[in-house]
């Protein structure tokens, strides 16, 4: 693997997927999930060494840097706007997300520019939302995101934790093409392959943004069912084909996840050695072969999310 000290100054060149649409996004992204606290906002947080993350992570070359408005209570939006600040705003692509409680029209509306006001930028790349509303119509909401872009203040809408029904349901009432699906994706667990979302976002153009690709333990649950990726001897399949490699297991997952098609990724890290690791999972990949074996023999597939299943 690659030492921090040895890449330091590099940028790399981060690949994309393109729809059939035009719209394209890198393999891999940045995400803020527990930058700045969890739900809360956590005032001990160290604020200066996730804003450096942010400003690393673009110097690397990463430029998609997923946030929301619910995390730490809107300050990992705060975060990201000051991460972002120094760069050329033309050259990333920033994604925020509104909470199902807040998708009635005027809420989401209100909330999109206290959004873009706290990332101080006056448009977001990706807008989406972050869960469907059981509540709220779908038509109330996409009147909303239909808005939001033509005022220019979104460029793209896109959905999380939708099943591919309710996506084409909404996809029907919008004036603009929905361009992603950000779904938990990983060797563990598989709700997106088991509830045929794969397929349905080749066939429907659309990317599946894959969260939380490399962490499978529930945090700060001691009696969690799963180890996370980076713990050695955690998963002897996982040893095996990442020797193969030469690889760490970290890149062996991430690899695995965007070798699908139309799969891409994010990762949230706070330390430039570990984004650094994840940044050298994408320059190989594993044969069809390996995919597939992973595919079929990874231990303890899950075929529903822990922590935010498909609705
Ligand atoms: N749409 C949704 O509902 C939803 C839900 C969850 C997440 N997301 C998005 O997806 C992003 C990614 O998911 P995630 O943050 O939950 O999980 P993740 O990226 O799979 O894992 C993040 C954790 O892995 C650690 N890590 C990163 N690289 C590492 C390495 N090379 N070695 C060891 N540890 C490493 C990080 O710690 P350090 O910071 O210490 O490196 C952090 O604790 C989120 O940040 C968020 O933007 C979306």
Redo the contacts with the bound molecule.
């Keep these: 693997m690659l030492q921090h000290k040895e890449l330091r100054m590099t940028q790399y060149n981060i690949p994309t997927k393109k729809l059939r649409m035009g719209f394209e996004l890198p393999v891999l992204g940045l995400?803020?999930?527990?930058m700045g606290g969890d739900i809360n906002r956590d005032p001990n947080n160290n604020d200066a060494a996730d804003i450096k993350a942010i400003e690393t992570a673009i110097d690397f070359g990463i430029t998609h840097i997923?946030?929301a408005e619910i995390y730490a209570a809107g300050f990992a939006e705060k975060i990201t706007g000051q991460g972002i600040k120094k760069f050329d705003r033309k050259t990333l692509t920033i994604a925020s997300?509104i909470p199902p409680q807040n998708q009635r029209h005027d809420d989401l509306l209100r909330n999109l520019d206290a959004s873009l006001e706290r990332l101080e930028t006056d448009y977001l790349d990706i807008y989406y939302l972050?869960?469907p509303s059981l509540e709220i119509p779908l038509e109330e909401t996409a009147k909303a995101l239909n808005k939001a872009v033509k005022d220019g203040k979104v460029k793209h809408v896109a959905v999380?934790?939708f099943n591919p029904e309710r996506l084409d349901r909404l996809q029907a009432l919008l004036d603009t093409k929905i361009v992603a699906n950000?779904l938990?994706y990983n060797l563990v667990f598989r709700e997106p392959a088991h509830k045929g979302v794969l397929e349905h976002c080749i066939e429907k153009d659309y990317l599946l943004v894959a969260?939380?690709?490399?962490?499978f333990e529930k945090r700060g649950n001691p009696n969690a069912p799963h180890k996370n990726v980076?713990e050695q001897g955690a998963y002897p399949l996982l040893d095996e084909i990442s020797a193969k490699y030469k690889k760490s297991n970290?890149q062996t997952a991430i690899n695995w996840v965007i070798g699908q098609p139309n799969v891409v990724t994010?990762?949230?890290?706070?330390?430039p050695a570990?984004?650094l690791?994840?940044i050298s999972a994408i320059d190989w990949k594993l044969s069809d072969e390996d995919i597939e074996r992973l595919k079929r023999e990874f231990p303890g597939q899950e075929s529903v999310s822990d922590?935010?299943p498909m609705a």
Excluded: F
């Excluded at 995400?31 to 527990?34: A, L, P, Y």
């Design positions: 995400g803020t999930w527990m997923d946030t997300k972050h869960q999380s934790n950000q938990h969260w939380r690709p490399i962490r980076w970290v994010l990762v949230k890290s706070s330390k570990n984004l690791e994840c922590t935010v």
